[in-house]
């Protein structure tokens, strides 16, 4: 059954059935309802990222040295216990980020960030992380675990040492 609509009696438009326009009109409510819950999901995502630099911006303004386990950060100097470290100052900020968060997975774009302040993401960029860690990790015993897609955690605790000792 077509329904005729306001048309010239010459030339009438027609439409598909009621059924189907009334099934169409429901499902476009769906699509409607799951945008917006895809919407609200994001705005959450977007309020964790928000948080998480908030917090690494202010980790940046703590007194005092950072320190973790036989870890020390102070003054923009890496000790492994009362030895120093020599460190550029990129791998630098990957050690003072990552040790800011120590026992926590590091997503990438912090990292990333942290190198590349005022620039929009280059190419490669995680590759240039990794590359800093690589070179990190040839210094000492940093006790730097890589989950892949994830991001990077400074692990906590003696067993972390002897753990990255081994390998």
């Not at 995502?45 to 870890?71: D, F, Q, S, T």
């Not at 990552?98 to 190198?115: K, Q």
């Amino acid at each position: 059954m077509l329904v005729k609509t306001f048309g010239s009696p010459s030339c009438p438009e027609e439409i598909a059935p009621m059924s189907s326009l009334a099934s169409a009109q429901s499902a476009q409510r769906d699509l409607e309802r799951q945008i917006e819950r895809q919407i609200k999901v994001i705005r959450q995502k977007n309020e964790e990222i928000e948080a998480l630099r908030a917090e690494l911006r202010g980790a940046r303004v703590l007194h005092g040295p950072l320190v973790e386990g036989e870890w020390r950060w102070e003054g923009g100097r890496l000790f492994f216990r009362t030895r120093e470290l020599a460190l550029t100052p990129k791998e630098s900020l990957i050690v003072e980020t990552l040790l800011r968060r120590a026992g926590h997975i590091v997503p990438y774009w912090p990292l990333i960030e942290s190198l590349y302040p005022h620039d929009n993401e280059p190419e490669g960029a995680k590759r240039v992380v990794h590359t800093l860690v690589s070179r990190i990790r040839d210094k000492g015993p940093f006790p730097i675990r890589t989950f892949w897609g994830r991001g990077l955690l400074w692990e906590r605790g003696p067993s972390a040492q002897i753990r990255r000792q081994e390998t």
